[in-house]
C-alpha cells in the first residue's frame, strides 16, 4: 500500500476553481491507478474520476465530466484534481485512493487499497 495525503481544499464561490493534490510516499507510486471519490453530508461515498498507472486512460463520473481533470506526475509521487465551473452540489469531502493493479480503473470504491484521510471542498450559491 501507499500512504496518501490530500490537499488543496477550501471554500469556493459557485463557477470558481480549485485544484486538489495528493502526494503519495512509497516507490510504488507509479505502479498504482488513481482515484478520486467524495462524500456529502448523509450520501453515500461516490466516484469522482480515476486514471491509470501510466496516465493513458482515464474516466469521469458523468457529473464533473467536463468540468473536472485528473492527471498525475509520478516523478513528484501526486495526484491532481483539477475542478473548475464548480458548483454548490460539488461540496463534499474529496478522498483519493489507489489501487496496486494500475493498468485498470474502476468506479467502485472497495476496488481500492489505499485511501487518504481526505480534504473539505465547499462551493458556496
Known amino acids: 500500500q501507499v500512504q496518501l495525503v490530500e490537499s488543496g481544499g477550501g471554500l469556493v464561490q459557485a463557477g470558481g476553481s480549485l485544484r486538489l493534490s495528493c502526494a503519495a510516499s512509497?516507490?510504488?507510486?507509479?505502479?498504482?491507478?488513481m482515484g478520486w471519490f467524495r462524500q456529502a453530508p448523509g450520501k453515500e461515498r461516490e466516484f469522482v474520476a480515476a486514471i491509470t498507472s501510466s496516465g493513458s486512460s482515464t474516466d469521469y463520473s458523468d457529473s464533473v465530466k467536463g468540468r473536472f481533470t485528473i492527471s498525475r506526475d509520478n516523478a513528484k509521487n501526486t495526484v491532481y484534481l483539477q475542478m473548475n465551473k464548480l458548483k454548490p452540489e460539488d461540496t463534499a469531502v474529496y478522498y483519493c485512493?489507489?489501487?496496486?493493479?494500475?493498468?485498470?480503473?474502476?468506479?467502485?470504491?472497495?476496488?481500492?487499497?489505499?485511501w487518504g484521510q481526505g480534504t473539505q471542498v465547499t462551493v458556496s450559491s
Open positions: 485512493a489507489g489501487r496496486g493493479d494500475g493498468g485498470y480503473i474502476y468506479r467502485t470504491a472497495r476496488r481500492y487499497d489505499s
Open positions: 512509497g516507490r510504488t507510486f507509479s505502479s498504482y491507478a
